[in-house]
């Protein structure tokens, strides 16, 4: 016996076709509005805690399981109650279910516990002091016994780690941030296709037998959408991205689709480097920047790149705290060796030293932050503030009983300076200082696109005239070693075996952090909820007519 299939597929007036045509309705307009807002008023970034990737996923999972449980009441105790009728109309019932994101929603949140185990540990130091020394493939051999332990069931040469993480991330963005499939582990993106073709497939063949022919075949082509990767691609990165106290990313010039981000210290972690996806959002103002320095002729122009715009964005974007400004000032104006933030938490090149403009570049955006929310530091924090700023291109009015850093004459201010900026990364011992650093050894050059002809006779004239010449130009002292490092890279160039390198901080690896997996996730969720509303568009549609008309 059938039941009433037609007024379902179509505009039913009663109860069953209310409840769940009400539930595909308000969900397809609710995913409409979040995808507006998200536009509008960006995302929300966040190491601890939920972001706003987390907040609009954990909510389509609520709202799909709220959908999913309105079509189940709905065959249960509504009408003709078809689960009570027959269990082949029962099955074809559930085609009004959105199966794709209750499928996705349920393998994301395994795959969201997993990545935060996963970066967990790989955060964690190793403690054990007695360690077991281990083999190739992780197992413990006990050198009393003779035997082997494994951390995980093993049989068949099918290892099962019930313990995880299973390490189902690993991440893959040199094509951009589209790439998520490429980035799950094959197993597990493999699982979770049958899964949804398991389900899917048999309740669609159902409804058709039920004679629910749109809602059948468009089921059927909303998976065949979403695992053929034809739902169309997202434009969340072209949204505002807004930083908090742990998420404090300073991008760094690329001309590919991935690279390093530089991420500046917290009370529970010093400075960082994260690989991941480009984000149109936050390279735009770099990028417009390095364009403009490249119309200029580059290094060979005798300019500095003009970060006033970079600067100004990414005051913008950071969401900050009196109490998170307040962090950043200590670091900044009183560095300690007991201060967490005062350490390097990312992988530091060997035979390298720290005064490159990428790493200048990166304090410069803390001090331009600070120096945006003076009003939010005590007054003794306020007064230090003119160590690091020019008193005589600032414009405010700062305490002139504290000298800058720098100040001295000749090549010992240039020392000072590079003392405090090593300070600053938990290096107070002078003897660990970099010696390329604090006294440079590179050939003097003939011409240089600041002075001409070079006429000094040592190469600490030139360093110290330079670093002078900078201080007294730019606004701070980071940004005088951001044109020290410009100017010095024009005249002299940047030798490994000196010491120079663009990128002295690097990644640990390139997994990179829950941001980053966020973003990636972005594109799947996207393509889903697409995907969806294509299978559920005539239910949607004949709801809205329905309220229309009734």
Known sequence: MFY??????????????????????????LFITAHRAVMNSGFTLRRKGLST???????????????TGAVILSGVFFDDRPCRQDWEQCVARMVFAPWILQVLFLFWLFAYVDEIRVLRQSRKPNTKLDAKPSDSNGDVNDVESGTTHHPAFQWAHIHINWKGPWNIWHMECSQGYLNWRGSIRTSYLILLYAVILMVVFPVSVFALKQELYTLGLLN?????????????????????????????????????????TYVLPCLDRGFDAVWGPKIENENQALDEAIEAFQA???YGGGKTIRMEKVMANFNTASNLTKDDIGALARWLYTPSPINPMCKIACKRKENTHLLAFS??????????????????????????????????????????S???????????????AVKYIYHLFGIFDEEKIDKDALSPTSPLPEESVVFGKVTFKTIEEYTAELWHKCLDEQESVFAAFCAFATYWSADIGDNPSEGRHQFPLQVHGRGGDIVT?????????????????????????????????Q
């Open 4 to 29: 009433n299939r037609r007024a379902t597929e179509t505009s039913e007036s009663g109860p069953e076709g209310g409840l769940h045509q009400a539930a595909a309705l308000a969900a397809a307009t």
């Open 53 to 67: 990737d987390a907040i609009i996923v954990f909510t389509i999972g609520t709202l799909t399981t709220c959908w």
């Open 220 to 260: 059927i082509i909303g998976v065949v959408l979403f695992i053929v990767d034809a739902a169309g691609s997202n434009s969340y990165v072209q949204a505002p991205h807004k930083y908090t106290r742990d998420t404090l990313r300073v991008v760094l010039h690329t001309r590919h689709r991935e690279g390093t």
């Open 296 to 298: 200029e002729g580059s």
């Open 359 to 400: 790493v200048m570049s990166a304090l410069w955006h803390a001090e331009y932050l600070v120096m945006m929310h003076t009003a939010y530091l005590d007054k003794d924090l306020a007064s230090k503030t003119a160590k690091l700023r020019n008193i005589k291109s600032t414009g405010l009015n700062l305490d002139v």
């Open 402 to 416: 504290e000298s800058q850093i720098g100040r001295q004459d000749g090549i010992e201010g240039y020392k000072d």
């Open 517 to 549: 997996w966020h973003v990636i996730w972005r594109q799947a969720w996207y393509q889903a909820v697409i995907a969806q509303l294509t299978g559920m568009s005539p239910i949607i549609t004949s709801a809205f007519l329905a309220g229309i008309f």
